[in-house]
């Protein structure tokens, strides 16, 4: 019942649209989260559709971390529809792998450089909230919270484990499951309760398909 007043009142406050765009955006979300398990490439096209409202959506509300993450999630869409459409035989499924040598070094290099990426952007961002004008602002990371600081990791979490899924890694899961844990207190404080709850609804979806895929990993057609 607590949760259910604290929804009321955060949602009250919101445009109507904007409460619409994000109903329909975990709806997608978790269409999408489905579809991977299933080893499914309509994984990118639902996935596509909620990454791009989301984008509409943290940038309304000034989450810049996010709105970058869906900016990166819908490249990487992109990209992982491309890879997972030439491998797979029935233009549908595909098979699975573990994550090569080469795959953690890409993996490594790209959670780094998001680390920096990100925490540049929110170094800037007094001169982005200032309309890009450097009259009376200070840079810094000074006017982050916890939230803030938390976000520039599950980006890059997720970051890596967008990159594990089209390259077909089993441990893309992994990532997964650990930044979704982390975000559901996350998204309840910047009040978006709906979105805690996808995330915590994300995370035993993430278990379920890191179990789905660790079963068909040692099949005859699976890719080693």
């Known amino acids: 019942m607590d949760f259910l007043q604290e929804l009321t009142a955060q949602y009250n406050a919101y445009e109507t649209y904007l409460i619409y765009l994000e109903i329909t955006a ?35 509300f000034g989450l810049l971390g996010d709105m970058l993450i869906n900016v990166y999630y819908t ?8 890879l ?17 040598l080469k795959d953690w070094q890409v993996g490594s290099t790209l959670f780094v450089a998001s680390l920096l990426f990100v925490g540049l952007i929110y170094y800037y961002k007094p001169f982005i909230d200032n309309g890009f004008s450097m009259s009376k602002v200070q840079l810094g990371l000074y006017h982050l919270d916890w939230a803030n600081y938390t976000d520039i ?9 967008m990159y594990f899924m089209a390259k077909r890694n089993i441990e893309n899961w992994l990532f997964w499951i650990v930044a979704d844990i ?15 709850l996808q995330y915590l609804i994300f995370t035993v979806m993430a278990v ?17």
């Open 26 to 60: 975990v709806i997608f979300g978790l269409l999408s989260v489905y579809c991977s398990i299933k080893k499914n490439i309509w994984v990118y096209p639902t996935g596509i559709i909620s990454t791009v409202l989301f984008i509409y959506i943290m940038f309304v």
């Open 75 to 82: 490249v990487m869409s992109i990209y992982g529809w491309v």
């Open 84 to 100: 997972w459409s030439k491998n797979s035989e029935d233009n549908i499924h595909v098979d699975v792998r573990k994550a090569s």
């Open 153 to 161: 990791v599950t980006t890059s979490l997720f970051l890596v484990g």
């Open 182 to 196: 982390i975000c559901v207190p996350m998204m309840q404080y910047k009040g978006l309760s709906l979105t805690a």
């Open 208 to 224: 379920i398909g890191y179990w789905e895929w660790k079963k068909t990993l040692n099949s005859p057609h699976s890719v080693k």
